[in-house]
């Protein structure tokens, strides 16, 4: 698994984005992304709601509203950026 992040991100970028992003989310989310994208079992959509509903539980473990709302934010942008340019990785044996 690759983290958060496209294939054809540097290496740099999707540590940074794993990083920051390890501050709001449990790991388990974007490694069962990566997972359903690389196994392509699935269809897309699937994959990209589900990556949605671990993200949302994620933000709603948090006790602190600006905190919550910040990671719906970022649950909401990735989930776009998944369902726009996730074609590309979709089925390739790497997320």
Known sequence: MNGVGPWW???WARQFLTWLSSHFFDEA???KHDEGYTLAIK????C????????IRDASRTTR?????MCI???LF??????????ASYGRGVA
């Open 65 to 69: 509203l600006h905190r919550m709302l």
């Open 73 to 75: 934010a970022l649950a």
């Open 29 to 31: 989310s974007w490694r």
């Open 78 to 87: 990735f989930y776009t950026s998944v369902r726009i340019g996730g074609r």
């Open 48 to 55: 990209d709601w589900k990556f949605l509903q671990a993200m």
């Open 9 to 11: 991100f540097p290496d």
């Open 43 to 46: 269809p897309r959509a699937i």
